[in-house]
């Protein structure tokens, strides 16, 4: 089966991966890409006890997820692989080179971006990344829930702004 | 975020996602006219960060329970870390309107003693129902 989405979200796991997610595709792996969380027992606790028995979810800083991937896409059950950002996002795939698709579901408000969707708020440095991404062959497509649409990259970026 | 404003007798704080807090804080004026117990909050559109700066902001004296809704939501994610360095506070996840309901009514003890009694209370009022 392997990993059926790439997700980037900076809530990690939550209800929408979990449920929203992780019921419809019977999701039995998470990978969890995140430099800080893989390096910390605590923040990997409240992660795990998030999820439920019949997930695994396992950490990895960026360069371990480069290395792991293979053995993640080998997996026999579905998987969702999620990172907080568009530049882990953005490494992964520059390091993996296998990756074909990207699923931006949820990268929310702070200082210096601006809302494309009502989900999704980017700089133009994280604009830049997801053209980059796109020219590079991978799919961009914004879908917090399973039953929304697929926003493509040209739609978002023409968004409200 | 969508939030009502910190009533003078609130307790408790009670977040989810949309409106599932204003709807249950509804249903307990409802039932018993105490939903002042209640800082209402929604995580709609709120970054990690924000959920748990919001919690920080309302946690003011006689306010030691958060109840959220789903024990693998981002608010019970940031109630979690708001947790870890208050631990006087107590989180309960998973509520649902009896769980609420059992809270407001609750007269002795702390706070911290009726949230766990009403999570007792919330747990055993799931309860399927078949013809036989």
Redesign the interface.
């Known amino acids: 089966m392997g990993i059926l989405l790439y997700r980037i979200d ?6 929408q ?3 929203g997610w992780g019921q419809p595709l019977d999701i039995g792996l998470l990978v969890l890409v995140d430099d800080l969380v893989a390096s910390s027992d ?1 923040e990997k606790e ?2 795990r ?4 028995p019949e997930m695994e979810i396992c950490f990895a800083d960026v360069e371990t997820a480069i290395r792991d991937h293979a053995r993640y896409a080998g997996d026999p059950r579905p998987g969702i692989l999620i990172a907080g950002d568009i530049s882990v996002m953005h490494r992964l795939v520059t390091g993996v080179k296998a990756i074909g698709s990207i699923n931006l579901g949820g990268i ?3 200082a210096g971006r601006k809302e494309k969707l ?2 999704i708020f980017l700089t133009p440095q994280e604009e830049r990344e997801l053209l980059a991404l796109e020219a590079a062959g991978v799919e961009v497509t914004a879908q917090d829930v399973p039953g929304a649409r697929a926003v493509p990259l040209a739609e978002i970026l023409g968004g409200p702004d | 975020m969508s939030e009502s404003e910190a009533p003078k007798t609130a307790r408790a704080i009670v977040i989810g996602h949309g409106e599932f807090s204003a709807g249950l804080a509804s249903a307990v004026q409802q039932i018993t006219g105490m939903a002042d117990q209640f800082i209402c909050l929604s995580n709609t559109g709120m970054a990690p960060g924000d959920i748990e700066l919001a919690l920080r902001s309302h946690l003011s004296d006689g306010v030691s329970v958060i109840f959220t809704d789903l024990p693998a939501g981002s608010a019970t994610m940031a109630a979690r870390r708001v947790a870890r360095d208050r631990p006087e506070l107590v989180l309960v996840s998973g509520v649902n309107l009896a769980t609420l309901l059992d809270f407001v009514c609750s007269s002795g003890g702390s706070p911290a003693e009726a949230a766990r009694g009403a999570a007792e209370r919330g747990r055993a009022s799931l309860v399927v129902l078949e013809r036989h």
């Open positions: 900076d809530r990690l796991i939550h209800g991966v979990v449920v605590w409240l992660y006890m998030a999820v439920p929310h408000h702070r009502r989900y």
